[in-house]
């Protein structure tokens, strides 16, 4: 069977290691035109010079011209059947034809035509011909996602993309190393900025052909798969001044106008390079010893040609920048930081509280949810809503432009949840710093709880639609400072009232007396240790929307005193309420895994809480956390979850504390999403609910001891879990050496195949 019968009509081949026209003929007879031949060196001249009409279709093979490249379909000749090792940088491709011939490498072809298809990456199609000679062919699996890396066809070259592009109106520039066009220098790729409008078109262009020549193409307002690193490029306002100021160079090409060049290129040496760029930092001495161009020189020589003053350091130039005008928004700026070590995180570990955040509600997102969803959301997990806005068309576009580096197009999602529709400022009591994980993926995150909120309205997104309509429905501020941009973005006008409102709640939630220590800071109220009258006492402050919580909490050290041992109630104010300090000798984690409660410790939890029950009360979010064990005994702490029963209270068994509420139960419930028994006793106390509630101390401690071991066994217990967190990072860790020893003997093969090749 013919290989251009698998081929569909406009198919791109790359045919590697080509020694004759013949396969070339065969396609375009076929009608499979879109050919590029890879050949040799020493072979060029002799393929061309017998390829008549097609002899343009033929370039110098060069060893990394095969990974570099765009095309659907490549052969590869016998004698570089072997750069099957690298199947992967192969992965841009659908089909790979394989030709078939003896000789001393047919072994080592056979054994790499397998590596793929053990991998199951690959899927043999079967056996073809083309101009005379078989092919064994392998269709690759995998999903070839769209990058900012594109491949011009040689064929065509600089000079006729530049022909192109000009016939079909597009609005572009190249934005540097332009002088020596239509000629690019060794190893130099063309940069390309586009037009949003005009993008379509550029991509289709470049589609056309199998391409070598590497491409970097940029759209005015960083679209999917030409954006850089999930951004625009410049700045959406700045782009399209570039464009619209953009002048033709002598080749024919655009190019940014002078002042715009250097603007353009000192933004992507500051922003984009950073340190690699070879500009000296004023906080340092060192500089990249072996930058990839030399930014210091260029940029001083554009600068003196222009006649501007610029000092040649990052900090310098950042300057320069930002009273032209072309410094990026802090948003981008922090987007930026990502792979940019000098622009630092600040440390935000010593932010006030509330903490305000904002949440940008995306258009789409209003087909799919009611606000009230969102609302519930950033309510449960303790932000108290202070403005909600819907924007008009000029905060719209304001925001589009300033907040997510410009970009609001799908990213890694199926569609785009569309700009911002809606401002939602909110404050928080009790931000959560990022654990070491979420820091290394969102350095400048101050909250969790930012993050959590964003993943659970993303979740309610996706489970009311199918997975190929989904959607990224909301964005945010992930620190205060950015809280203030956004603010400042999307309601101006509300700044200085919220502002001053911030203000007023730090003053009122600020403790007015000293502070020994400091034992939580929670989402609803701050635990502290304070000295009154000569003596320690605890002092707990209350959010404002907490106020429900604290007026239990007050009910409850009142009524069940002295039935129930609760610390003693010695102050009130308007937001807080200070109580009798004790030390705790249990001290449990709020993380299960360590040692379990004393098992007296444990009965006389619930002994107190029958005494709770006596009263006519539940505690919903009992758990052992809510106890202390001093010299005088146990006491029960934490009330702001009192719930006095209607009537007749159910049984002990039944209680919410153990059981969770029932669905219809309308109270205020703690910021967890389960509040089952074996959530929050089991792993403390090592009993189900009925051995705690009704076995003798004996069977109790046999069933602790079993409940010990199974956790060992299991590897539940949390040194268990350490070990076997390392064993299976030292397992990754070496699974990545091997693969990236494995790829660095494929690649040092393909020099020699290629020089070897005739």
């Known amino acids: 069977m013919e290989l251009a019968t698998l081929l569909e009509p406009g198919s791109r081949v790359i045919d590697v290691g080509a020694d004759g026209s013949e396969i070339a003929a065969a396609l375009a007879a076929a009608g499979r035109e879109r050919y590029l031949g890879l050949v040799p060196p020493p072979r060029l001249d002799a393929v061309r010079a017998g390829a008549g009409a097609l002899a343009g279709r033929f370039v110098a093979l060069e060893p990394t011209l095969v990974a570099r490249s765009s095309a659907d379909a490549v052969i590869l000749r016998a004698e570089l059947a072997p750069y099957l090792w690298t199947f992967r940088d192969l992965s841009h491709?659908?089909?790979?034809?394989?030709?078939?011939?003896?000789?001393?490498?047919?072994?080592?072809?056979?054994?790499?035509?397998?590596?793929?298809?053990?991998?199951?990456?690959?899927?043999?199609?079967?056996?073809?011909?083309?101009?005379?000679?078989?092919?064994?062919?392998?269709?690759?699996?995998?999903?070839?996602?769209?990058?900012?890396?594109r491949y011009l066809s040689p064929y065509w070259g600089v000079t006729g993309l530049v022909e192109r592009l000009q016939?079909?109106?597009?609005?572009?520039?190249?934005?540097?190393?332009?002088?020596?066009?239509?000629?690019?220098?060794?190893?130099?790729?063309l940069d390309l900025l586009v037009a949003d409008e005009d993008l379509a078109t550029v991509e289709a262009l470049l589609d056309e052909e199998p391409g070598t020549i590497p491409v970097d193409l940029y759209s005015e307002s960083g679209q999917t798969g030409t954006d850089y690193h999930g951004m625009s490029y410049y700045p959406p306002a700045l782009a399209r001044q570039l464009l619209d100021r953009a002048v033709v160079h002598r080749s024919g090409c655009r190019v940014p106008a002078p002042l715009d060049h250097l603007h353009s290129l000192a933004y992507h040496a500051v922003y984009h390079k950073g340190p690699s760029s070879g500009l000296a930092s004023r906080a340092s001495s060192w500089r990249e010893p072996d930058p990839e161009h030399d930014y210091t020189a260029v940029l001083g020589d554009l600068a003196g040609r222009l006649g501007v003053p610029l000092e040649l350091t990052l900090e310098g130039v950042d300057e320069h920048l930002a009273a032209v005008g072309w410094q990026p928004?802090?948003?981008?700026?922090r987007r930026l930081a990502a792979t940019n070590p000098w622009i630092r995180p600040p440390d935000l570990d010593d932010a006030e509280v509330p903490e305000p955040a904002v949440f940008l509600v995306?258009?789409?997102?209003?087909?799919?949810?009611a606000m009230e969803d969102v609302r519930r959301v950033v309510g449960t997990l303790g932000f108290e809503i202070v403005l909600e806005r819907a924007l008009d068309d000029v905060a719209r576009r304001r925001c589009a432009e300033a907040m997510r580096g410009g970009n609001w197009s799908r990213g890694p999602f199926p569609r785009s949840g569309g700009g911002p529709a809606v401002a939602v400022v909110t404050l928080h009591h009790g931000p959560r710093r990022p654990g070491a994980a979420l820091r290394e993926r969102y350095p400048w995150l101050s909250n969790t709880d930012i993050y959590l909120a964003k993943t659970r309205i993303r979740d309610l997104v996706a489970a009311r639609l199918p997975e190929g309509e989904r959607f990224n429905p909301v964005h945010s501020s992930d620190n205060e400072p950015e809280a203030w941009e956004y603010v400042e973005l999307a309601v101006p006008d509300e700044a200085e009232s919220l502002g001053a409102e911030?203000?007023?709640?730090?003053?009122?939630?600020?403790?007015?007396?000293?502070?020994?220590?400091?034992?939580?800071?929670?989402?609803?109220?701050?635990?502290?240790?304070?000295?009154?009258?000569?003596?320690?006492?605890v002092r707990k402050t209350f959010a404002r929307p907490a106020r429900a919580h604290l007026e239990r909490e007050l009910r409850g050290l009142r009524e069940l005193a002295p039935d129930v041992p609760v610390p003693d109630l010695l102050g009130t104010g308007p937001n807080w309420l200070l109580t009798s300090f004790h030390p705790d000798r249990l001290r449990i984690a709020d993380r299960p895994g360590g040692r379990l409660v004393p098992l007296r410790a444990a009965r006389g939890m619930v002994d107190v809480l029958r005494r709770v029950h006596a009263q006519g009360y539940d505690l919903i979010d009992a758990k052992p956390q809510n106890f202390l064990l001093g010299p005088d005994g146990l006491r029960l702490i934490d009330l702001e979850f009192?719930?006095?029963?209607?009537?007749?209270?159910?049984?002990?068994e039944h209680l919410y504390g153990f059981v969770g509420v029932p669905d219809d139960f309308d109270g205020d419930l703690p910021f967890v999403d389960d509040l089952s028994y074996d959530l929050r006793w089991r792993p403390y106390v090592g009993l189900s609910m009925e051995s705690l509630l009704h076995d003798p101390a004996w069977v109790q401690h046999l069933r602790r001891t079993a409940f010990r071991l199974t956790r060992v066994v299991t590897g539940s217990?949390?040194?268990?879990?350490?070990?076997?967190?390392?064993?299976?990072?030292?397992?990754?860790?070496?699974?990545?050496?091997?693969?990236?020893?494995?790829?660095a003997w494929a690649r040092s093969r393909v020099p020699s195949l290629v020089g070897g090749a005739r």
């Open 329 to 333: 928004p802090p948003d981008t700026l």
């Open 93 to 149: 491709a659908r089909l790979v034809a394989v030709e078939r011939r003896g000789g001393l490498r047919a072994l080592e072809t056979r054994m790499a035509e397998l590596l793929p298809r053990l991998r199951g990456r690959a899927t043999p199609r079967g056996r073809y011909t083309c101009g005379g000679r078989e092919f064994d062919v392998l269709e690759l699996a995998g999903t070839r996602r769209r990058r900012a890396r």
């Open 362 to 369: 995306r258009e789409r997102t209003l087909d799919v949810l």
């Open 167 to 189: 016939e079909h109106g597009v609005r572009y520039a190249a934005l540097r190393w332009f002088e020596t066009l239509p000629e690019l220098e060794p190893g130099e790729d």
């Open 642 to 652: 009192l719930h006095r029963y209607d009537g007749e209270p159910p049984e002990f």
């Open 717 to 743: 217990s949390e040194p268990v879990r350490r070990v076997g967190r390392a064993g299976r990072r030292a397992a990754r860790g070496g699974r990545r050496s091997a693969a990236t020893a494995y790829r």
């Open 502 to 537: 911030v203000r007023r709640r730090r003053e009122e939630y600020a403790t007015d007396v000293p502070v020994v220590a400091v034992l939580s800071r929670g989402r609803r109220a701050k635990v502290e240790v304070v000295e009154h009258d000569g003596r320690l006492a």
